[in-house]
């Protein structure tokens, strides 16, 4: 049997019911109360169990949906999607990450080159003018599903690197056996919506919600040794962190 | 005169052009080459200073207004927009934020009860079954534009709220004057796309990205104080962060 839903409808609340549905949802989801798996009733039960109309209860459904928290499976129904990817902000890199958590990451790299630094690089990793960096691109793939893709430029005097030792390892892995300790990061994360570009790599949809992050990142020396801009599926990824008052 | 562009084109990347024309301002303008309210050169000298054809640099502008980085503005030409609130992750309140930065928010309260807390908020609160908490929502803007819609949950037996207190302060300025000490937060920053309700309140498009935040807050008694779930115009707002190995 499928589980029952119990949410609070505040019908005197101004904000629109499938939204309140929409949000005890995600509460659940994200609380706990409804596991990865979980499996709910139809929408027509649903509609009932909370004296909603049912064009309310689709409502509140596709936006799950479409924000890839619920899946629709024929013969099935709707259930609960397999938990995202939660990233405990550290110093550490998503193929740490993975690696952890016992999921085997894959790295397509997309593009490679040793170039002159431009102006915005340059200025990030505090490099002169006619300074090299290594720039590549690369998609991170969980279990053969997309999650992100990363664009880095490396400092050039640290160690040599090249596609095939990206494809194998990850970028932190290779910097620290190179004798990097890293000690600081700046990271700025925010959201976009995919482009064609992103869409077609990360096998989603053009307007899709991605989550971005930028990131230097400073070895105990003082060097800034890498700089990136990566884009995540905001479906099948989020950023947890724990903040504690000094 | 409109500051020229300067960028790394790498001709033999699969990475198609406009899209490496994306990143690069979008680095440049993260990274303070371009700062807020710079025009750029039209887009027919811009092509021809990056050696692309017009129809990939149109793109890539397209791209770039779209994302919110850009505005066309009439007479004028393409200007860098006005920098984001960037909120530099620690223990405070947006609101704090806000007034620390100079900045006057304005706080619209759309929803508020004293109500039973449905099971999510029990679980996240750590209360009882017919615990009872203040539920609501507020709608923050910042010079009159709204940035973020704000759902929060508090526990009840701290001190009493009102609609009214709310709407002339933050909320961790309310907890903290009824001896509220925060001492930690587990938060969540991920992305999703704006659906009617969101896009209107927050006066942008049906599909806009938004950055969401969850967050739990503890004070020094252990107790689990307030959770809640906001949305943020991605366009106007990132979360900023430091972090440093331990």
Do not use: W
């Amino acid at each position: 049997m499928a589980t029952p839903l119990k949410l609070h409808i505040d019908r005197s609340s101004p904000v629109p019911l499938y939204h309140q549905v929409v949000q005890g949802i995600e509460a659940a989801i994200h609380g706990g109360t409804l596991p990865a798996g979980t499996r709910l009733d139809n929408e027509i039960d649903l509609a009932a169990q909370l004296n909603l109309s049912r064009p309310t209860m689709r409502k509140a459904m596709d936006e799950l949906v479409r924000s890839g928290l619920l899946v629709r499976k024929r013969g099935v129904g709707t259930q609960v999607v397999s938990s995202q990817v939660r990233r405990h902000l550290e110093l550490s890199s998503l193929f740490d990450d993975l690696t952890r958590t016992g999921s085997k990451p894959q790295t397509e790299v997309l593009s490679f080159s040793h170039v002159d630094a431009d102006e915005p690089t340059r200025e990030a990793l505090q490099l002169g003018t006619g300074a090299r960096v290594y720039h590549f691109t690369r998609l991170r793939s969980v279990d053969g599903k997309p999650l992100a893709l990363m664009e880095n430029s490396v400092r050039d005097d640290i160690t040599d690197m090249d596609e095939s030792g990206l494809a194998k390892r990850g970028l932190y892995e290779i910097l620290r056996t190179a004798g990097v300790n890293f000690r600081l990061a700046n990271q700025r994360i925010g959201a976009v919506t995919a482009n064609e570009y992103q869409a077609k790599l990360l096998g989603t949809e053009v307007g899709a919600a991605l989550v971005t992050m930028e990131r230097t990142a400073v070895d105990d020396t003082g060097r800034a040794v890498e700089t990136g801009r990566h884009v995540y599926r905001a479906d099948s990824y989020s950023f947890e962190m724990t903040l504690v008052q000094r």
